[in-house]
């Protein structure tokens, strides 16, 4: 009976550790969906952050751009008012140079 008894122990102590090895199979294979599932998001991160440095990049360039184009615009401006002045400059002159010329046959006169 003491046989008995003991083998039933043994059996349920199998039995046990059996039924610990299976939740620690499972807890494991949870952990590791768990793992591979922060592993997924870290690579959705990156490809986030990576999509996200572009698109920067994209407006920094833009930025540039447009920074140029008002440069260029600004530069085109400074020209216009240059030979405006120069137009007025040369009408002054032109003007001058009428009454001058007036001013000449007055005195032919």
Do not use: F, G, P, S
């Not at 922060?38 to 407006?59: A, G, L, S, V």
């Not at 540039?64 to 440069?71: A, C, R, S, W």
């Not at 085109?76 to 030979?83: L, P, Q, V």
């Amino acid at each position: 009976e003491m046989e008995d008894d003991y083998l039933k122990d043994l059996q349920d102590r199998e039995r046990l550790i059996a039924k610990q090895q299976k939740a620690l199979e499972d807890k494991d294979k949870m952990i590791d969906d768990k793992n591979k599932m922060i592993d997924d998001r870290d690579k959705m991160i990156d490809d986030k952050d990576k999509t996200i440095d572009d698109k920067n990049k994209m407006i920094d360039d833009r930025d540039k751009m447009i920074d140029d184009k008002n440069k260029m615009i600004d530069d085109k401006d400074k020209t216009i008012d240059d030979k405006n002045k120069m137009i007025d400059d040369r009408d002054k002159m032109i003007e001058e140079l009428k009454k001058q010329l007036v001013e000449h046959q007055q005195q032919k006169k």
